[in-house]
């Protein structure tokens, strides 16, 4: 007990240094907590996922859910509805890529079959929420800039999610249809969005009853956004998704009231029902405690990944890397306009993946029955872990080197000027 808190707290303290030291060295402290998770579980058998049971999963939600909702109440409102277009389009390119990279690795290079192949370039069709939203702070990207990796973070999860589960049950079945997919897609972005700005709309309103009649009440938007999730979910439509919609809702009330009162002062409905703002201590609290979460939810992933073969790990290194290569097209022809040369250069490289990619690479192999599924799921697992591991890796030394760039590049600015 006592060693465990000993670690806990120096975990915590180290990963504030670590992150303090991204604005020198611009590599994530998600790499350190990576690193020990490696450590104190495949590494050197100190504690596995399987220690924690069923809490482990309920863990990575919760981490999830916080996540999405302080990143939400961040999300500025100017400039999204220019940003959908380039988020979406960027989405949906680095969802297909992948899918059609991994039929060629997985058939050709692998000996899988089509659907376990593209099912296996699905489950790194999206890029890591909680490593792209909390760094975006630093990273100090233009406005249109971050509003497109805000929402490229929000829809490629559940692109990925709808897209590869789709790909599951094909395996499952034997048959896959385009069309049914996209429909799923659909229904559950605009539903999940739609109850998301609702209850955001409806909890500004009641919230300052709330905060004056009730003490340590900051939680209560915490509550209601796990009550909104858990809601979605059973569903069956995107609760990430609406509670990225609730917190967007509070963080930008203001706003909408603003729009109303410019087009019609006397249909001003939000503005009549008095809405709360969010404090700046309550954003402030919020993000303290998305970092705890998020510095045990990465310590989490390292100890879950398994990198047991070696072939595996040589293919999953090239397959990552193949998807950086291509996001880099992908940047200059979706975001041409808008965007300064060193937004577009960071966006390039904003490929790690984590949550999502981690759990999908695993349900083939936790639903195998016959033993050529078995085969499959263990090359899918061990491809998808490795390929979470060595895209932060290599995201945190493209981010060094683009910065170490950025440097150089005012330094001689600045000379050609004297």
């Not at 495949?42 to 482990?56: C, I, K, N, T, Y």
């Not at 890796?393 to 000379?415: A, C, H, P, Q, R």
Request: hydrophobic fraction near 50%.
């Amino acid at each position: 007990m006592e060693v465990a808190l000993i670690f806990t707290g120096s975990l915590i303290f180290f990963s504030l240094i670590f992150n303090a030291l991204f604005e020198k060295t611009r590599i994530p402290n998600v790499l350190f907590l990576l690193f020990v998770g490696l450590l104190i579980g495949p590494v050197f058998h100190l504690a596995s996922p399987e220690d924690l049971g069923r809490l482990g999963k309920i863990f990575t939600t919760i981490t999830l859910i916080v996540i999405l909702y302080e990143s939400g109440t961040r999300l500025n409102f100017d400039g999204i509805g220019k940003a959908i277009g380039p988020a979406s389009l960027l989405t949906v390119f680095n969802f297909l890529v992948p899918v059609g990279v991994g039929m060629a690795v997985g058939y050709y290079g692998l000996g899988l079959d089509l659907l376990p192949s593209a099912f296996m370039g699905a489950c790194v069709g999206s890029i890591s929420t909680p490593i792209i939203l909390p760094m975006l702070k630093q990273l100090k990207l233009g406005k249109k800039a971050e509003s497109v990796v805000f929402l490229e973070c929000a829809l490629s999860d559940i692109v990925c999610l709808i897209g590869a589960l789709a790909l599951l049950d094909a395996m499952d079945s034997g048959s896959f249809s385009v069309a049914d997919t996209i429909k799923h897609m659909a229904i559950s972005l605009l539903f999940a969005t739609s109850i998301g700005l609702a209850t955001g709309y409806f909890w500004t309103s009641i919230r300052r009853y709330v905060i004056t009649k009730l003490k340590n009440s900051m939680f209560t938007s915490f509550a209601l956004a796990f009550i909104i999730y858990g809601f979605c979910e059973l569903l069956d439509i995107n609760g990430g998704m609406a509670v990225l919609s609730f917190g967007f809702m509070l963080g930008n009330i203001d706003e909408f009231s603003n729009i109303l009162e410019k087009r019609d002062p006397e249909k001003n409905f939000i503005k009549r029902k008095n809405p709360m703002l969010l404090m700046e201590d309550e954003k402030n609290f919020y993000s303290e405690i998305a970092f705890i979460f998020k510095t045990f939810f990465f310590v989490y992933i390292g100890m879950s990944i398994k990198l047991s073969e070696s072939d595996h790990i040589i293919m999953g290194v090239l397959f990552i890397c193949l998807m950086f290569i291509v996001r880099i097209p992908s940047i200059a022809l979706f975001c041409r306009k808008g965007y300064s040369s060193r937004d577009r250069r960071i966006m390039s490289i904003l490929n790690p993946k984590g949550l999502v990619s981690a759990v999908l690479a695993s349900m083939p192999l936790q639903l195998a029955v016959t033993e050529q599924q078995i085969h499959e799921g263990e090359i899918i697992q061990n491809i998808g872990y490795a390929s979470v591991m060595f895209s932060i890796i290599i995201f945190s030394l493209l981010m060094f080197l683009v910065e170490k760039f950025d440097k150089k590049d005012k330094t001689v600015g600045l000379n050609d000027n004297i």
